[in-house]
């Protein structure tokens, strides 16, 4: 089965600090797919990112970057000089190849104050 | 959120009406799906579709009906509401041309008291 672990609820920062949003995961399959949303207080999923499992190439999109490793089944992701806008549920989710079922951790809210 | 588009974005029932939450999508994705968001829990798959008159269950599939009669449209049915259906709906779809990613519609929001 499949699982995906976000075990950070909650973390507040002042705007400009750096954040590290951590996921783990479980999955018997050797090709699967990882996935970033990012949910504003608006409540609609923004796709942030996919990763192969083939991949382990490490991301950046401005102040956005990912770190997908393997040996220790984390994709964690980073914000630099966080913004107020920043504030949102961040969800990480996993598929095999077949994308018919995306699994989702319980999603980790990031409060950004200025 | 391009193209999925779901409606209602707000519904309170009473327990034991019927309802449905409609969902469309203008992209021809052969993938549809339905999920809820509960707090603490994430978001859990009801029900999906890879393609016009294909459906399967997803991780959460009681109370719930679909049906996919054609591309666009997977709507979602709850044939005797229950207070336990008080969630978040999410519709998405995706499709091999758009990299299989999966786009998510803006979501319905459904009360039952």
């Known amino acids: 089965a499949q699982k995906v672990t976000q075990a950070q609820t909650e973390i507040s920062v002042v705007e400009k600090e750096d954040v590290t949003l951590d996921c783990v995961y479980e999955t018997r399959d050797t090709t699967y797919y990882l996935f970033w949303y990012k949910q504003p207080p608006s409540g609609e999923l923004v796709f942030l990112i996919r990763r192969n499992s083939f991949d382990e190439q490490n991301e950046i999109s401005g102040r956005y970057s990912w770190n997908f490793q393997k040996s220790t089944s984390s994709f964690n992701f980073t914000i630099t000089a966080s913004q107020v806008v920043d504030s949102a549920v961040y969800f990480c989710?996993?598929?095999?190849?077949?994308?018919?079922?995306?699994?989702f951790g319980t999603g980790t809210r990031l409060l950004v104050s200025p | 959120n391009a193209g999925v588009t779901q409606t209602p974005k707000f519904q309170v029932l009473k327990t034991g009406q019927s309802m449905t939450l409609q969902c469309a999508q203008d992209?021809?994705?052969?993938?549809m799906s339905w999920y809820r968001q509960d707090p603490g829990m994430g978001l859990r798959l009801i029900h999906y579709s890879v393609g016009a008159g294909i459906t399967d269950q997803g991780e959460v599939p009681n109370g719930y009906n679909v049906s996919r009669s054609t591309t666009e449209d997977f709507p979602l049915r709850l044939l005797s509401a229950a207070p336990s259906q008080t969630s978040v709906y999410f519709c998405?779809?995706?499709?091999?041309?758009?990299?299989?990613?999966?786009?998510f519609g803006e979501g319905s929001w459904l009360t039952v008291v």
């Open positions: 998405a779809s995706k499709s091999p041309s758009s990299g299989n990613t999966i786009y």
């Open positions: 992209m021809n994705h052969e993938y």
């Open positions: 989710a996993l598929t095999n190849t077949g994308f018919q079922k995306l699994v």
